[in-house]
Nanobody, 125 residues
Framework: QVQLVESGGGLVQAGESLRLSCAAS????????MGWFRQAPGKDREFVAR????????YYADSVKGRFTISRDNAKNTVYLQMNRMKPEDTAVYYC??????????????????WGQGTQVTVSS
């Protein structure tokens, strides 16, 4: 079993940056694909970014491409999401998720086996 804990959320102004962290415990996540999702009030949870176990592959939603960067440190069992040039529409609860090895589409939340509790990110205009 893997436990995921997100941190780093908060309130920022448009144009500013935040760095989210996702610390895993229970077992190593070095062989897992890892993703970030977000959910705004009244909206469905949506894919944000994904990183392969080796960090060789990364994928981003079009809405964050060029502004957000996902990375991981397997030695620390931690995944990060660097968010730059933030916009009010980035306001949401951000969730970290671990994929043990699904064969489906990486952007589907159903492909992920473990989830964190989420961290609130609010961007004011």
């Amino acid at each position: 079993q893997v436990q995921l804990v997100e941190s780093g959320g908060g309130l920022v102004q448009a144009g500013e940056s935040l760095r989210l962290s996702c610390a895993a415990s229970g077992r190593t996540i070095s062989s897992y694909g890892m993703g970030w999702f977000r959910q705004a009030p009244g909206k469905d949870r949506e894919f944000v970014a994904r990183i392969s176990y080796s960090s060789y592959y990364t994928y981003y939603a079009d809405s964050v491409k060029g502004r957000f960067t996902i990375s991981r440190d397997n030695a620390k069992n931690t995944v990060y999401l660097q968010m730059n040039r933030m916009k009010p529409e980035d306001t949401a609860v951000y969730y970290c998720a671990a994929d043990k090895g699904s064969v489906g589409s990486y952007y589907l939340s159903t492909n992920y086996d473990y989830w964190g509790q989420g961290t609130q990110v609010t961007v004011s205009s």
